[in-house]
């Protein structure tokens, strides 16, 4: 299983990006799906999660501003990030559970100028 990440980039504060990561391989539906953001010299921290029934999860600081979706037949997860801000900047990975394994893809990275 491979994960493939994508639509990072460079926006402005207050813009609005869209993040992809669909899966590749033999998988079935993944049991969860998460994104998660890193910055240099800290802690990957989960910035929202879904469930394979929806539920949803985001981090306090992102709260109201991103929403996170899946398609199941397309096994793809997605970020809307909306009102961006410059402390939303790093790299986001998206990591999809399948029988209890945890995938990662490589990454993908926002920049928000100030």
């Known amino acids: 299983v491979q994960l493939q990440a994508s639509g990072g980039g460079l926006v402005q504060t207050g813009g609005s990006l869209r993040l992809s990561c669909t899966a590749s391989g033999s998988v079935f539906n993944a049991n969860g799906m998460g994104w998660y953001r890193q910055v240099p010299g800290e802690q990957r921290e989960l910035v929202a999660g879904?469930?394979?029934?929806?539920?949803?999860n985001y981090a306090d600081s992102v709260q109201g501003r991103f929403t996170i979706s899946r398609d199941n037949t397309k096994k793809t997860a997605y970020l809307q990030m909306n009102s961006l801000k410059p402390e939303d900047s790093g790299v986001y990975y998206c990591?999809?559970?399948?029988?209890?394994?945890?995938?990662w893809g490589k990454g993908t990275l926002v920049t928000v100028s100030s």
């Open positions: 990591k999809f559970v399948i029988y209890g394994t945890d995938y």
């Open positions: 879904i469930s394979i029934g929806g539920r949803t």
